[in-house]
């Protein structure tokens, strides 16, 4: 009976530890590590959180770019750092891909990480050429089973969730057969579907809205579920003969594996609030995306069945590291 009352008092002490640190969670400045590059979509989302979340917390929070390698970088240097809660690490819908598009990681995305909020996400879209003889997503389909390996289309590069696997994705799910020719970003790939060199592409929202509505490109559908604020008169490709069809590209926080759950809890709910306010949205909507936040728990099972499903589509497609 000793023995037993003694474990519960250690963990009666743990509990109480976790809550009492949680209540004084941050005491000092926390990192936010951005793997990619200053500048870019990644960063941009990280520096939208700084001033609501400094203010919440009355400490700083300081963004730490470590691009390279795809984000392997950034996150090796956050998978060693101190499950405390000061080192925090932004992903992409990118670092799951990078389990099984990457023979070999520096660390396990599942093992060595402890979710803890999601942030925002944002579909790609499917646009076309004017020229293409397919006004919708059923006469792109026939076309392209039609004209096996002639239809071409344009990516950011190996591995990239949307404008490749996403386009990946599509071709499993429809059973056609379209040229893929990878760039070094979407911008090149995107002004060749304008000049017509290439047929189609699936980049973000933002970079072909103003093309969409000049006429440029066409609509064809977008990838997520449910229709984007930003663009809401394009149906999802899941409506149009594809149910289940989805390949968003999203922002989360994760922190080092061991971090105290009432830790990550605290996070997600600062984040979750500031993610209410309505001129966050607006930003977020700006650009093709909406801000949202899941909790802990619930990031965990997204961010396994997203590995899951993009394995799928690596294999398939025999997508390789660039």
């Not at 060199?197 to 093309?211: F, G, S, Y």
């Not at 909406?290 to 961010?303: D, K």
């Amino acid at each position: 009976m000793k023995i037993f009352a003694n474990l519960s008092f250690t963990t009666l002490a743990l509990i109480t530890a976790c809550h009492a640190g949680a209540q004084t969670y941050p005491s000092k400045p926390v990192r936010l590590i951005v793997p990619f590059a200053a500048g870019g979509p990644a960063d941009a989302v990280g520096r939208l959180l700084v001033p609501g979340l400094t203010d919440a917390w009355g400490q700083q929070l300081l963004i730490d770019n470590r691009a390279g390698a795809n984000s392997i970088v950034g996150s090796e240097v956050a998978a060693r750092a101190a499950p405390d809660g000061y080192t925090l690490l932004l992903v992409s819908a990118g670092f799951t891909i990078n389990a099984t598009l990457y023979p070999k990681l520096p660390f396990d995305v599942i093992r060595d990480f402890t979710p803890v909020t999601m942030v925002t996400f944002g579909p790609g879209i499917l646009v076309t050429h004017p020229s293409l003889p397919a006004r919708n997503l059923k006469e792109l389909v026939a076309l392209a089973k039609a004209k096996p390996r002639t239809l071409t289309y344009g990516s950011s590069g190996s591995g990239a969730p949307t404008s490749h696997l996403g386009m990946e994705l599509l071709k499993v799910t429809a059973g056609i057969d379209i040229i893929h020719i990878p760039y070094k970003s979407m911008a090149p790939a995107l002004v060749d579907v304008l000049g017509g060199q290439i047929h189609m592409a699936m980049p973000t929202i933002n970079v072909t809205l103003q093309h969409i509505r000049a006429g440029r490109l066409r609509a064809i559908g977008v990838t997520s579920l449910t229709r984007s604020p930003a663009i809401p008169e394009v149906a999802p490709l899941a409506e149009l003969g594809m149910p289940g069809y989805e390949a968003n590209n999203w922002y989360s926080i994760i922190a080092p594996a061991g971090l105290p759950p009432a830790v990550a809890e605290k996070i997600h709910a600062d984040t979750a609030k500031l993610l209410l306010a309505q001129d966050i949205k607006d930003r977020f909507n700006a650009v093709g995306m909406e801000a949202r936040a899941m909790s802990p728990t619930a990031l965990a099972t997204y961010m396994k069945s997203e590995i899951a499903k993009w394995g799928r589509v690596v294999k398939a497609s025999g997508a390789r590291p660039e």
